[in-house]
Each structure stands twice: as C-alpha cells, then as structure tokens.
C-alpha cells in the first residue's frame, strides 16, 4: 500500500511540474517513479504516465482547489534537493577533470580568463 501511495504522491508530482512546464524536474521525477515502480524502461514509464492523464485532471482539480498542498511542498523540496546535489556532483567532477587536464597540459593552459605559460608548479597557486 506504500509503494501505490508513494506513486500517487510522484504522478500529482508530475501533473504539475507538466503544467507548470518544467522539463528538468519532469524528467527527474520521471527517472525516480520508474525506481520506485522497479522498472528499467522510461519509455515503458512515460507511456503509463500518458496512460493516467484522466487522473490528471483530478491531480489539477485538487491543486486549483488548494488540496494536498503539503504533499507538492514536500515533493517539490525533494526534488530541488535531489537536483542540487546532481548538479553540486556533476560540478565537481568538471571541475576535477578540469584541473587534471590542466595538469597534464604541456602548453599553454586557460585558467579563470587568463592565459598562463606553465612554469614550475604554476598550477598549485590555483588549486
């Protein structure tokens, strides 16, 4: 029964993040529902989606009705959390295969606008 509550919580999710237009946070949501419904295929996910839009409108009925409120607040916190620490990880990431490409360069490397000649270790008042 936690599992169908949880996929309802997601859908009305995803009702609004579809009316409100938000293609990044859609696809998460997406992404997520397809791990809690245990399923491999987004297309197979996508399509069940499209297949409960009758449900959607009872999913806006109680929006515009200023209904489960707690629940898009609480959906919608998780959300940009989980976004940020996507974002915060692919951040990182650029930037660490950044510094070691920089690392690596013999030439000359663009660091921060400026275009530096390596000299011995130039690259540790950087990082």
Known sequence: MEQCSEAWEQQFYMVFLDVK??????EQAVVQLCDSLRHSSLRVTLEQFRATRHFGKTALSL????????VLKRKHAE??????????????A???????Q?????GLCFLG???????QDHMARFY
């Open 21 to 26: 237009g938000d293609s990044t946070l859609f």
């Open 63 to 70: 929006l515009a009705a200023g209904e489960r409120i707690e």
């Open 79 to 92: 959300a940009i959390k989980f976004w940020l620490a996507n974002w915060t990880n692919h951040f990182d």
């Open 94 to 100: 650029a930037a660490k295969r950044h510094h070691q």
């Open 102 to 106: 920089c690392r690596l360069s013999i």
């Open 113 to 119: 606008g400026v275009l530096l000649k390596p000299k």
